[in-house]
Protein backbone atom coordinates (compact mmCIF):
# COMPACT_ATOMS: atom_id res chain seq x y z
CA UNK A 1 0.00 0.00 0.00
CA UNK A 2 2.75 2.52 0.52
CA UNK A 3 4.29 2.13 -3.36
CA UNK A 4 0.50 3.03 -4.07
CA UNK A 5 0.50 5.98 -1.63
CA UNK A 6 3.89 6.92 -2.49
CA UNK A 7 2.51 7.15 -6.65
CA UNK A 8 0.80 10.02 -6.83
CA UNK A 9 4.22 12.06 -5.61
CA UNK A 10 6.37 10.01 -7.86
CA UNK A 11 4.29 11.23 -11.08
CA UNK A 12 3.81 14.65 -10.06
CA UNK A 13 6.64 16.04 -7.53
CA UNK A 14 10.37 16.02 -7.62
CA UNK A 15 12.15 12.74 -6.59
CA UNK A 16 13.68 14.41 -3.87
CA UNK A 17 10.09 15.08 -2.46
CA UNK A 18 9.05 11.23 -2.88
CA UNK A 19 12.25 9.65 -0.80
CA UNK A 20 11.76 12.52 1.86
CA UNK A 21 8.38 11.18 2.21
CA UNK A 22 9.61 7.09 2.30
CA UNK A 23 12.10 8.52 4.42
CA UNK A 24 9.79 9.44 7.39
CA UNK A 25 7.49 6.75 6.97
CA UNK A 26 10.41 4.23 7.22
CA UNK A 27 11.39 6.39 10.27
CA UNK A 28 7.64 5.72 11.44
CA UNK A 29 7.38 2.24 10.94
CA UNK A 30 11.03 1.99 12.75
CA UNK A 31 9.84 3.31 16.14
CA UNK A 32 5.95 1.74 16.27
CA UNK A 33 6.53 -1.55 15.16
CA UNK A 34 4.49 -3.77 13.79
CA UNK A 35 0.34 -2.82 14.32
CA UNK A 36 -1.40 -5.31 15.87
CA UNK A 37 -4.39 -4.81 14.43
CA UNK A 38 -3.03 -4.16 10.92
CA UNK A 39 -3.77 -0.84 10.47
CA UNK A 40 -2.28 2.26 11.65
CA UNK A 41 -4.43 4.19 13.48
CA UNK A 42 -4.41 7.29 15.96
CA UNK A 43 -2.62 6.25 18.34
CA UNK A 44 -0.05 4.91 16.77
CA UNK A 45 0.72 8.63 15.62
CA UNK A 46 0.63 9.95 19.29
CA UNK A 47 3.10 7.03 20.52
CA UNK A 48 5.13 7.76 17.71
CA UNK A 49 5.27 11.65 17.97
CA UNK A 50 5.34 11.37 22.14
CA UNK A 51 9.00 9.03 21.46
CA UNK A 52 10.61 11.57 18.73
CA UNK A 53 13.21 13.73 20.29
CA UNK A 54 12.58 17.29 20.74
CA UNK A 55 14.48 18.68 17.48
CA UNK A 56 13.21 15.97 15.59
CA UNK A 57 9.36 16.30 16.28
CA UNK A 58 9.16 18.72 12.96
CA UNK A 59 9.30 15.43 10.80
CA UNK A 60 6.09 14.70 11.58
CA UNK A 61 5.03 17.37 9.29
CA UNK A 62 6.00 14.99 6.42
CA UNK A 63 4.75 11.99 7.74
CA UNK A 64 1.25 13.60 7.88
CA UNK A 65 1.01 14.81 4.16
CA UNK A 66 1.80 10.95 3.10
CA UNK A 67 -1.17 9.51 5.32
CA UNK A 68 -3.42 12.39 4.34
CA UNK A 69 -2.90 11.11 0.62
CA UNK A 70 -3.06 7.53 2.25
CA UNK A 71 -6.27 8.40 3.50
CA UNK A 72 -7.85 10.32 0.85
CA UNK A 73 -7.01 7.03 -1.89
CA UNK A 74 -8.87 5.11 0.59
CA UNK A 75 -6.50 2.40 0.37
CA UNK A 76 -6.28 0.25 2.99
CA UNK A 77 -3.66 0.26 5.88
CA UNK A 78 -4.59 3.79 7.53
CA UNK A 79 -7.55 4.32 9.63
CA UNK A 80 -9.66 6.91 8.40
CA UNK A 81 -9.51 8.97 11.92
CA UNK A 82 -5.97 9.38 11.14
CA UNK A 83 -6.48 12.24 8.65
CA UNK A 84 -8.49 14.02 10.94
CA UNK A 85 -6.47 13.32 14.28
CA UNK A 86 -3.24 14.67 12.44
CA UNK A 87 -5.11 17.92 11.17
CA UNK A 88 -5.88 18.44 15.09
CA UNK A 89 -1.76 18.63 15.59
CA UNK A 90 -0.03 21.12 15.53
CA UNK A 91 3.00 20.02 12.98
CA UNK A 92 5.99 22.17 13.91
CA UNK A 93 8.56 22.40 11.21
CA UNK A 94 11.85 22.11 11.19
CA UNK A 95 13.96 25.14 12.41
CA UNK A 96 14.75 27.07 9.22
CA UNK A 97 15.72 30.13 8.47
CA UNK A 98 18.67 30.81 10.25
CA UNK A 99 21.41 31.04 7.21
CA UNK A 100 19.25 33.94 6.54
CA UNK A 101 19.00 35.21 9.67
CA UNK A 102 22.46 35.53 10.80
CA UNK A 103 23.40 36.48 7.31
CA UNK A 104 25.29 33.13 7.06
CA UNK A 105 28.52 33.49 4.46
CA UNK A 106 28.33 30.14 3.47
CA UNK A 107 24.93 29.36 2.89
CA UNK A 108 22.49 32.73 3.59
CA UNK A 109 22.22 35.64 1.39
CA UNK A 110 24.88 36.86 -0.88
CA UNK A 111 25.69 40.39 -0.06
CA UNK A 112 25.77 43.28 -1.97
CA UNK A 113 29.51 43.26 -3.00
CA UNK A 114 28.88 39.44 -3.89
CA UNK A 115 26.06 39.91 -5.56
CA UNK A 116 27.64 42.48 -7.67
CA UNK A 117 30.69 40.62 -8.37
CA UNK A 118 29.19 37.32 -9.45
CA UNK A 119 27.24 38.93 -11.90
CA UNK A 120 30.61 40.59 -13.24
CA UNK A 121 32.61 37.34 -12.70
CA UNK A 122 29.79 35.59 -14.61
CA UNK A 123 29.07 37.95 -17.71
CA UNK A 124 33.41 37.80 -18.13
CA UNK A 125 33.45 34.24 -17.81
CA UNK A 126 31.18 33.95 -20.53
CA UNK A 127 32.72 36.44 -22.79
CA UNK A 128 35.62 34.73 -22.56
CA UNK A 129 34.30 31.26 -23.54
CA UNK A 130 34.83 29.73 -19.66
CA UNK A 131 31.18 29.04 -19.48
CA UNK A 132 28.53 27.38 -21.19
CA UNK A 133 25.43 29.98 -22.20
CA UNK A 134 22.69 27.94 -20.11
CA UNK A 135 25.30 28.48 -16.83
CA UNK A 136 24.70 32.37 -17.88
CA UNK A 137 21.24 32.26 -18.15
CA UNK A 138 20.91 30.21 -15.14
CA UNK A 139 22.99 32.57 -12.60
CA UNK A 140 20.27 35.14 -14.35
CA UNK A 141 17.29 33.56 -13.51
CA UNK A 142 17.99 32.05 -10.14
CA UNK A 143 19.11 35.92 -9.09
CA UNK A 144 15.93 37.44 -11.33
CA UNK A 145 13.60 34.92 -9.94
CA UNK A 146 13.97 33.74 -6.67
CA UNK A 147 13.33 29.90 -7.88
CA UNK A 148 13.86 25.99 -5.95
CA UNK A 149 16.36 24.56 -8.47
CA UNK A 150 13.24 21.96 -9.24
CA UNK A 151 11.30 25.07 -10.67
CA UNK A 152 14.36 25.45 -13.15
CA UNK A 153 14.52 22.18 -14.04
CA UNK A 154 10.99 22.11 -14.99
CA UNK A 155 11.13 24.81 -17.46
CA UNK A 156 10.21 24.40 -21.10
CA UNK A 157 11.83 26.90 -24.11
CA UNK A 158 7.73 27.65 -24.45
CA UNK A 159 8.16 29.27 -20.84
CA UNK A 160 9.51 32.44 -22.13
CA UNK A 161 7.62 35.12 -24.17
CA UNK A 162 10.12 37.29 -26.26
CA UNK A 163 7.76 40.00 -27.38
CA UNK A 164 6.98 40.67 -24.06
CA UNK A 165 10.03 39.33 -22.01
CA UNK A 166 8.18 37.85 -19.57
CA UNK A 167 9.21 34.12 -17.74
CA UNK A 168 6.16 31.66 -17.27
CA UNK A 169 7.49 30.35 -14.22
CA UNK A 170 6.14 26.87 -12.97
CA UNK A 171 5.49 26.69 -8.65
CA UNK A 172 6.27 24.10 -7.45
CA UNK A 173 5.40 24.34 -3.82
CA UNK A 174 1.64 23.68 -3.43
CA UNK A 175 1.62 19.36 -2.88
CA UNK A 176 -2.03 19.36 -4.17
CA UNK A 177 -0.92 20.47 -7.87
CA UNK A 178 1.54 19.11 -10.52
CA UNK A 179 4.35 20.72 -10.52
CA UNK A 180 3.48 22.68 -13.66
CA UNK A 181 -0.17 23.64 -13.22
CA UNK A 182 0.17 27.05 -12.25
CA UNK A 183 2.56 29.65 -13.53
CA UNK A 184 3.99 33.27 -12.04
CA UNK A 185 5.06 35.52 -14.49
CA UNK A 186 8.22 37.30 -13.80
CA UNK A 187 9.64 40.17 -16.86
CA UNK A 188 12.81 39.67 -17.93
CA UNK A 189 15.38 42.50 -18.35
CA UNK A 190 16.16 43.12 -22.09
CA UNK A 191 19.59 42.26 -22.03
CA UNK A 192 18.89 38.66 -20.66
CA UNK A 193 15.95 38.45 -22.51
CA UNK A 194 18.02 38.88 -25.75
CA UNK A 195 20.37 36.32 -24.63
CA UNK A 196 17.31 34.09 -23.64
CA UNK A 197 16.01 34.63 -27.84
CA UNK A 198 19.32 33.67 -29.19
CA UNK A 199 19.60 30.59 -26.58
CA UNK A 200 16.24 29.54 -27.77
CA UNK A 201 17.17 30.28 -30.84
CA UNK A 202 20.12 28.18 -31.37
CA UNK A 203 18.34 24.79 -29.74
CA UNK A 204 15.09 25.28 -31.99
CA UNK A 205 18.45 24.85 -34.77
CA UNK A 206 18.78 21.46 -33.44
CA UNK A 207 15.26 19.90 -33.45
CA UNK A 208 13.96 21.58 -29.95
CA UNK A 209 10.69 22.94 -29.81
CA UNK A 210 8.19 24.87 -26.98
CA UNK A 211 7.60 21.61 -25.29
CA UNK A 212 11.44 20.47 -24.95
CA UNK A 213 13.26 21.66 -21.53
CA UNK A 214 14.72 24.95 -21.28
CA UNK A 215 18.14 23.19 -19.84
CA UNK A 216 18.18 20.00 -22.06
CA UNK A 217 19.99 16.74 -20.01
CA UNK A 218 21.96 16.81 -23.18
CA UNK A 219 23.35 20.45 -22.67
CA UNK A 220 23.83 20.32 -18.61
CA UNK A 221 25.70 16.87 -18.66
CA UNK A 222 28.93 16.55 -20.72
CA UNK A 223 28.34 13.15 -21.29
CA UNK A 224 24.39 12.68 -20.78
CA UNK A 225 22.40 10.64 -18.68
CA UNK A 226 23.59 6.93 -18.13
CA UNK A 227 19.87 5.96 -18.70
CA UNK A 228 16.47 7.67 -19.53
CA UNK A 229 14.10 6.89 -16.82
CA UNK A 230 11.43 8.49 -18.82
CA UNK A 231 9.20 7.52 -21.99
CA UNK A 232 9.48 9.55 -24.99
CA UNK A 233 5.76 11.14 -24.01
CA UNK A 234 6.24 11.54 -20.91
CA UNK A 235 5.74 15.48 -19.80
CA UNK A 236 9.62 15.42 -18.60
CA UNK A 237 11.15 13.87 -21.13
CA UNK A 238 14.67 15.07 -21.62
CA UNK A 239 14.97 17.48 -18.37
CA UNK A 240 17.44 17.33 -16.27
CA UNK A 241 16.64 15.84 -12.57
CA UNK A 242 17.16 18.77 -10.45
CA UNK A 243 19.65 17.27 -8.56
CA UNK A 244 21.86 16.78 -11.43
CA UNK A 245 21.13 20.48 -12.83
CA UNK A 246 22.35 21.71 -9.02
CA UNK A 247 25.45 19.32 -9.09
CA UNK A 248 26.75 20.42 -12.47
CA UNK A 249 25.65 24.35 -11.59
CA UNK A 250 27.85 24.43 -9.00
CA UNK A 251 30.86 22.65 -10.47
CA UNK A 252 30.79 24.91 -12.78
CA UNK A 253 30.72 28.50 -10.76
CA UNK A 254 33.12 27.01 -8.41
CA UNK A 255 35.54 27.42 -10.93
CA UNK A 256 34.90 31.04 -11.70
CA UNK A 257 33.39 32.17 -7.75
CA UNK A 258 34.52 35.82 -7.26
CA UNK A 259 36.46 35.93 -3.91
CA UNK A 260 34.27 37.49 -0.52
CA UNK A 261 35.85 39.44 2.40
CA UNK A 262 33.44 37.63 4.51
CA UNK A 263 35.62 34.60 4.20
CA UNK A 264 38.87 36.08 4.08
CA UNK A 265 38.95 36.77 0.18
CA UNK A 266 38.13 32.57 -0.23
CA UNK A 267 35.70 32.11 -3.62
CA UNK A 268 31.80 32.68 -2.89
CA UNK A 269 29.85 29.30 -2.11
CA UNK A 270 27.10 29.16 -4.88
CA UNK A 271 24.53 26.72 -4.48
CA UNK A 272 21.18 27.34 -5.77
CA UNK A 273 18.98 27.86 -2.67
CA UNK A 274 21.43 30.98 -1.41
CA UNK A 275 20.02 32.80 -4.65
CA UNK A 276 16.96 32.40 -3.59
CA UNK A 277 17.69 33.59 0.23
CA UNK A 278 19.20 36.20 -1.97
CA UNK A 279 15.93 37.45 -4.29
CA UNK A 280 13.84 37.50 -0.97
CA UNK A 281 16.49 38.90 1.23
CA UNK A 282 16.68 42.15 -1.38
CA UNK A 283 12.96 42.17 -1.62
CA UNK A 284 12.52 42.82 2.18
CA UNK A 285 15.19 45.11 1.64
CA UNK A 286 13.65 47.15 -0.84
CA UNK A 287 10.58 46.95 1.35
CA UNK A 288 8.31 44.90 -0.42
CA UNK A 289 5.25 43.84 1.60
CA UNK A 290 5.33 40.17 3.09
CA UNK A 291 2.43 39.50 0.41
CA UNK A 292 4.25 40.41 -2.03
CA UNK A 293 7.47 38.15 -0.66
CA UNK A 294 5.50 35.30 -0.57
CA UNK A 295 4.12 35.67 -3.94
CA UNK A 296 7.02 35.93 -5.40
CA UNK A 297 8.57 33.22 -3.45
CA UNK A 298 5.62 30.95 -4.46
CA UNK A 299 5.28 30.65 -0.95
CA UNK A 300 0.85 29.49 0.32
CA UNK A 301 1.01 31.24 4.11
CA UNK A 302 2.70 34.26 5.33
CA UNK A 303 4.85 32.73 7.59
CA UNK A 304 8.23 31.53 5.60
CA UNK A 305 8.90 34.95 4.59
CA UNK A 306 8.96 36.69 8.35
CA UNK A 307 12.53 35.85 8.37
CA UNK A 308 13.70 38.10 5.43
CA UNK A 309 11.74 40.77 7.01
CA UNK A 310 13.16 40.34 10.03
CA UNK A 311 17.13 40.10 8.84
CA UNK A 312 15.86 43.02 6.17
CA UNK A 313 18.31 45.79 8.73
CA UNK A 314 22.05 46.73 6.70
CA UNK A 315 24.04 44.55 8.71
CA UNK A 316 27.71 46.04 9.47
CA UNK A 317 30.66 43.87 9.09
CA UNK A 318 33.65 43.94 10.76
CA UNK A 319 36.28 43.44 8.42
CA UNK A 320 40.02 44.15 9.35
CA UNK A 321 40.78 47.18 6.98
CA UNK A 322 44.52 45.78 7.20
CA UNK A 323 44.26 42.64 5.80
CA UNK A 324 41.80 43.84 3.45
CA UNK A 325 44.10 45.84 1.90
CA UNK A 326 46.97 43.03 1.93
CA UNK A 327 44.12 40.48 -0.11
CA UNK A 328 42.14 43.12 -2.08
CA UNK A 329 44.19 41.79 -5.61
CA UNK A 330 42.56 38.88 -4.71
CA UNK A 331 39.43 41.34 -5.08
CA UNK A 332 40.01 43.32 -8.30
CA UNK A 333 37.34 45.14 -10.26
CA UNK A 334 39.21 45.84 -12.91
CA UNK A 335 40.14 42.60 -15.41
CA UNK A 336 41.04 44.59 -18.36
CA UNK A 337 44.25 45.70 -19.82
CA UNK A 338 45.90 48.87 -19.46
CA UNK A 339 47.52 50.17 -22.65
CA UNK A 340 49.88 53.33 -23.82
CA UNK A 341 47.02 54.92 -26.19
CA UNK A 342 44.98 53.92 -29.09
CA UNK A 343 48.03 52.84 -30.98
CA UNK A 344 48.84 50.24 -29.01
CA UNK A 345 44.85 48.73 -28.39
CA UNK A 346 43.61 45.83 -30.10
CA UNK A 347 41.69 47.47 -32.72
CA UNK A 348 43.97 50.74 -33.27
CA UNK A 349 40.76 52.61 -33.77
CA UNK A 350 38.92 50.73 -35.57
CA UNK A 351 35.09 51.78 -35.94
CA UNK A 352 32.84 50.81 -32.82
CA UNK A 353 36.11 50.66 -30.65
CA UNK A 354 36.59 54.13 -29.15
CA UNK A 355 34.75 54.82 -25.42
CA UNK A 356 34.26 58.51 -24.85
CA UNK A 357 31.95 59.86 -22.08
CA UNK A 358 30.79 63.25 -23.11
CA UNK A 359 29.63 63.82 -19.98
CA UNK A 360 33.06 64.92 -18.69
CA UNK A 361 35.39 64.99 -21.73
CA UNK A 362 35.62 64.94 -25.32
CA UNK A 363 38.88 62.43 -25.08
CA UNK A 364 38.29 58.66 -24.64
CA UNK A 365 38.67 56.75 -21.85
CA UNK A 366 39.78 54.14 -23.74
CA UNK A 367 38.75 51.36 -26.34
CA UNK A 368 36.76 48.34 -26.37
CA UNK A 369 38.48 44.21 -27.80
CA UNK A 370 35.36 43.69 -28.89
CA UNK A 371 35.13 46.43 -30.85
CA UNK A 372 31.57 47.45 -28.39
CA UNK A 373 29.18 44.34 -30.92
CA UNK A 374 26.15 43.19 -29.29
CA UNK A 375 27.06 45.32 -25.83
CA UNK A 376 24.30 47.04 -24.39
CA UNK A 377 25.61 47.98 -21.46
CA UNK A 378 26.28 51.26 -20.34
CA UNK A 379 29.20 53.04 -21.11
CA UNK A 380 31.95 53.59 -19.85
CA UNK A 381 31.00 52.85 -16.40
CA UNK A 382 30.35 49.02 -17.23
CA UNK A 383 33.55 48.55 -19.22
CA UNK A 384 35.67 49.44 -16.38
CA UNK A 385 34.64 46.07 -15.03
CA UNK A 386 34.80 44.39 -18.45
CA UNK A 387 37.79 41.94 -19.60
CA UNK A 388 37.96 43.47 -23.01
CA UNK A 389 38.19 46.98 -21.76
CA UNK A 390 42.01 48.62 -22.93
CA UNK A 391 41.75 52.12 -20.61
CA UNK A 392 44.46 54.68 -22.15
CA UNK A 393 46.78 55.71 -19.54
CA UNK A 394 46.97 59.13 -20.27
CA UNK A 395 42.71 59.48 -20.07
CA UNK A 396 40.81 61.51 -18.00
CA UNK A 397 39.83 58.22 -15.49
CA UNK A 398 39.56 61.01 -12.76
CA UNK A 399 37.09 62.77 -13.81
CA UNK A 400 35.11 59.50 -14.64
CA UNK A 401 35.65 58.73 -10.97
CA UNK A 402 34.49 62.02 -9.73
CA UNK A 403 31.32 61.43 -11.65
CA UNK A 404 30.52 57.71 -9.96
CA UNK A 405 30.99 59.00 -6.88
CA UNK A 406 28.80 62.60 -7.38
CA UNK A 407 26.18 60.30 -8.21
CA UNK A 408 26.50 57.42 -5.68
CA UNK A 409 26.55 61.01 -3.11
CA UNK A 410 22.84 61.89 -4.48
CA UNK A 411 21.83 58.34 -3.42
CA UNK A 412 23.13 58.10 -0.06
CA UNK A 413 20.02 57.60 1.83
CA UNK A 414 19.34 54.19 0.23
CA UNK A 415 22.28 52.31 0.62
CA UNK A 416 20.95 49.61 -2.16
CA UNK A 417 20.55 52.33 -5.37
CA UNK A 418 23.99 53.76 -3.83
CA UNK A 419 25.77 50.23 -4.09
CA UNK A 420 24.76 49.94 -7.74
CA UNK A 421 28.16 50.91 -8.76
CA UNK A 422 30.35 50.45 -6.26
CA UNK A 423 32.39 47.60 -8.25
CA UNK A 424 32.68 50.26 -11.12
CA UNK A 425 34.07 52.85 -8.76
CA UNK A 426 36.62 50.23 -7.40
CA UNK A 427 37.66 49.26 -10.83
CA UNK A 428 37.99 52.98 -11.63
CA UNK A 429 40.17 53.84 -8.52
CA UNK A 430 42.98 50.54 -9.95
CA UNK A 431 42.79 52.18 -12.96
CA UNK A 432 44.35 55.02 -11.86
CA UNK A 433 46.49 53.59 -9.27
CA UNK A 434 47.92 51.50 -12.01
CA UNK A 435 48.47 54.51 -14.35
CA UNK A 436 49.97 56.59 -11.20
CA UNK A 437 52.42 53.37 -11.44
CA UNK A 438 53.44 53.28 -14.84
CA UNK A 439 53.87 57.42 -14.16
CA UNK A 440 55.98 56.73 -11.36
CA UNK A 441 58.27 53.89 -12.66
CA UNK A 442 58.86 56.41 -15.60
CA UNK A 443 59.61 59.30 -13.29
CA UNK A 444 62.46 56.70 -11.73
CA UNK A 445 63.80 55.61 -14.45
CA UNK A 446 64.37 59.29 -16.29
CA UNK A 447 65.71 60.38 -12.67
CA UNK A 448 68.52 57.30 -12.82
CA UNK A 449 68.97 57.98 -16.55
CA UNK A 450 70.00 61.90 -16.27
CA UNK A 451 72.19 60.80 -13.06
Known sequence: MLKQALLPFVKGYSSGHAVGLNDSFAQFAKVIGTCPDGAIGPQHISDYKAKLEAHKVGVLGKLNVLLQKWVAL?????????????????????????????????????????????????????????????????????????????????????????????????????????????????????????????YIGGLRAEGY??????????????????KQLRDIDHLFYGHCEPSNLSRRFQLLMAEIAPPTSRLDFAPVPLAPKRFRYTFGTRLAEEGASKVVIANRLGHADLQHVDVYVAASPKIVENIDKTMGALLAPLARAFKGQLVEGEEHTTHKGAPGSRIIDFRISKDPVGSCGGKGNNCAFNKPVACYTCFRFEPWLDAPHGKVLERLQAEREKWSADDRMAAVNDEPIRAVQEVIALCAQVWQQRGQQESEAMS
Open 74 to 198: RLPGVEPECAAYLLEQRKPGCKRGNAVRTRDPIKGPLSEEEYTALYSAVNASYGRGELPLWTLLLTRLLLACGGRICQYASLKLGDFDGATLTLSFPQAKAREEHLRSSFLSFDISPQTGQLIAD
Open 209 to 226: DDNSAFFPEKFVLPCGSS
